[in-house]
């Protein structure tokens, strides 16, 4: 399988250097691997996605292995849901590949033909995921997760880490029986963390998402304290929403800190597309 063309939806053919469609569209492949699917005309601004800082602090804290359990979770889910298919699996909003090489891997294991795919909009995230993770089991590309450059039905399984779609693409995109795992924060996810930065903590929701066109089969909790040093714990604060209402006082403390304890609470969920009616 390959990718569809961003502009006209028709089959993206493979050639020297990068893609094109029957209308002619073209799409080159950058030096380091990764292809860009997203025209001038969907972008919202000059340069969508995560910056250079923003990367950097989520790879260093990454790299600490404090999210490993939650990689291992996810990726076992992939295996256990794509037995038996093609092995055509999605990480939407894959950032710097940290999950999407992992999971790549552990396919790739189980069975030989499978692909893993990741997607973001972030040039940044993906150059650099594509210069590091460079096996033929897993492709990136620069495009929205709003508009899936892949044809219907052509996916087995679809990973949301924090990551947004529209029901109607992820259903579009998978095929019959294909599968979305979802993670979200739990209850206490970084509760301590945003201690630091609002007065008044809410604890997240944790009500399952409805996707339209999906059903609920499995649903699980993931818990554990990580003990962070002064700057992964900033690193950690980089990589969040909130990172915004912190203010230099706080990410000062947060630097300096011999430790910083702090709640890894984790929503993992997996839906099954519907039959159509």
């Given at each position: 399988?390959?990718?569809?063309?961003?502009?006209?939806?028709?089959?993206?053919?493979?050639?020297?250097g990068?893609?094109?469609?029957e209308?002619?569209?073209?799409?080159?492949?950058a030096k380091?691997g990764?292809?860009?699917l997203?025209?001038?005309?969907?972008?919202?601004s000059?340069?969508?996605?995560?910056?250079?800082e923003?990367?950097q602090?989520r790879r260093?804290f990454?790299?600490?292995?404090?999210?490993?359990?939650?990689r291992?979770?996810v990726?076992?889910?992939?295996?256990?849901?794509?037995?038996?298919?093609?092995?055509?699996?999605?990480?939407?909003?894959?950032?710097?590949?940290?999950?999407?090489?992992y999971?790549?891997?552990?396919?790739?294991a189980?069975?030989?033909?499978?692909?893993?795919?990741?997607?973001?909009?972030?040039?940044?995230?993906?150059?650099?995921?594509a210069?590091?993770y460079?096996?033929?089991?897993?492709?990136f590309?620069v495009?929205?997760?709003?508009?899936?450059?892949?044809?219907d039905?052509?996916?087995?399984?679809?990973?949301?880490?924090?990551?947004?779609?529209?029901?109607?693409?992820l259903?579009?995109a998978?095929a019959?029986?294909?599968i979305?795992?979802?993670?979200?924060p739990?209850a206490?996810?970084?509760?301590?963390?945003?201690?630091?930065?609002y007065?008044?903590v809410?604890?997240?929701?944790e009500?399952?998402?409805?996707i339209?066109?999906?059903?609920?089969?499995?649903e699980?909790?993931?818990?554990?304290?990580?003990?962070?040093?002064?700057?992964q714990?900033?690193?950690?604060?980089?990589?969040?929403?909130?990172?915004?209402?912190a203010?230099?006082?706080?990410?000062?403390?947060?630097?300096?800190?011999?430790?910083?304890?702090?709640?890894?609470?984790?929503?993992?969920?997996v839906?099954?597309?519907?039959?159509?009616?």
């Amino acid at each position: 399988m390959s990718y569809q063309c961003p502009l006209c939806s028709l089959p993206l053919i493979a050639r020297y250097g990068g893609f094109e469609c029957e209308n002619n569209h073209q799409f080159d492949s950058a030096k380091e691997g990764y292809v860009n699917l997203m025209p001038v005309q969907h972008k919202r601004s000059k340069q969508p996605g995560d910056n250079v800082e923003m990367m950097q602090a989520r790879r260093r804290f990454l790299a600490t292995g404090h999210y490993h359990p939650l990689r291992a979770a996810v990726a076992k889910l992939c295996i256990t849901y794509t037995e038996g298919t093609t092995g055509q699996l999605l990480d939407i909003g894959c950032g710097e590949g940290y999950y999407t090489a992992y999971i790549g891997e552990q396919l790739l294991a189980k069975q030989p033909q499978s692909i893993c795919y990741g997607l973001d909009i972030s040039k940044v995230a993906i150059r650099y995921a594509a210069k590091r993770y460079t096996s033929d089991a897993m492709q990136f590309c620069v495009a929205s997760s709003q508009r899936l450059p892949f044809a219907d039905g052509s996916l087995d399984a679809i990973v949301r880490i924090y990551a947004p779609c529209h029901a109607q693409e992820l259903a579009r995109a998978l095929a019959d029986q294909g599968i979305v795992i979802t993670v979200t924060p739990a209850a206490r996810h970084l509760y301590q963390l945003k201690e630091r930065v609002y007065q008044q903590v809410h604890l997240h929701d944790e009500t399952p998402e409805q996707i339209a066109g999906f059903s609920l089969i499995e649903e699980s909790k993931l818990s554990y304290d990580m003990a962070l040093t002064g700057q992964q714990a900033d690193d950690l604060l980089q990589m969040t929403p909130f990172a915004w209402k912190a203010n230099a006082m706080v990410r000062s403390q947060l630097a300096g800190a011999a430790q910083f304890m702090c709640s890894a609470d984790f929503m993992i969920r997996v839906y099954r597309k519907c039959e159509p009616d």
